[in-house]
């Protein structure tokens, strides 16, 4: 049974490049998230999808970042221009029903030079 | 807002010894609490959940928590560490009529041989 699929696993870029993200939910989960996790900060929630429409959003630190779900299946996390300040760990996790516990992909490791 | 508090942030034990990490939210509903394990360089993990019932719950790995809803805690315990048991623990919660959850800043266990 497949889980979370997140790609990259790792993505090295220098500052001011577009930085795509990518996961694919658990078949049949209809709730998608986006986590950011910093030695900083700890685990961060960017954005929350319920199918396949964005709930909340509040965690997107700014307009650099941006989410979509075209459907069911696939999500994406965009950042550009990207900054040194947005490496991080980013996960995905998916969840059916919402009030359910959450699966976690392996997460990207994004390093901004 | 809901928030969680995780007391702990760094806990060093030798192997056989008992493990408590607390956990506190502040939120007057009713709520769903999560433990959350992340071995070093993985993902999340679903250690344990509790919606409702006996508010000791027994998870993977000779893992329990204890819901004591007087006090609102919902502390991870388990008697005897082993070396594997060396990871993040988060600890997360949500509250009804809303499915996000609130994780806690996590707390670093790690268990000598």
């Known amino acids: 049974d497949a889980g979370v699929i997140q790609s990259p696993r790792h993505e090295v870029t220098e500052m001011g490049q577009e930085v795509t993200l990518r996961c694919k939910p658990i078949?049949?989960?209809?709730?998608l998230f986006w986590y950011r996790q910093t030695m900083m900060r700890g685990l961060e929630l960017l954005i929350y999808?319920?199918?396949?429409?964005?709930?909340?959003d509040s965690g997107m630190p700014e307009d650099r970042f941006s989410a979509k779900m075209p459907n069911a299946s696939f999500s994406t996390l965009k950042i550009q221009p990207s900054e040194p300040r947005d490496s991080a760990v980013y996960f995905c996790?998916?969840?059916?029903?919402?009030?359910?516990?959450?699966?976690f992909g392996d997460g990207t490791r994004l390093s901004i030079l | 807002a809901q928030s969680v508090s995780q007391h702990n942030h760094h806990v060093i034990l030798s192997e056989a010894a008992s493990l408590e990490l607390g956990c506190n939210y502040s939120?007057?509903?009713?709520?769903?609490l999560f433990w959350y394990v992340q071995y070093p360089g993985q993902h999340l993990q679903l250690l344990l959940k509790?919606?409702?019932?006996?508010?000791l719950v027994k998870g993977i790995k000779g893992f329990e928590a204890e819901f004591i809803k007087s006090k609102f805690s919902f502390n991870l315990r388990k008697p005897s560490v082993q070396w594997s048991d060396t990871a993040e623990y988060f600890c997360?919660?949500?509250?009804?009529?809303?499915?996000?959850?609130?994780f806690g800043r996590g707390t670093s266990l790690i268990v000598h041989p």
């Open positions: 996790a998916s969840s059916f029903p919402p009030a359910q516990p959450q699966h």
């Open positions: 078949s049949g989960h209809n709730s």
């Open positions: 999808f319920n199918n396949n429409v964005p709930i909340d």
């Open positions: 939120y007057g509903g009713t709520v769903n």
């Open positions: 509790y919606f409702s019932g006996d508010p």
């Open positions: 997360a919660v949500s509250g009804a009529g809303s499915y996000i959850p609130t």
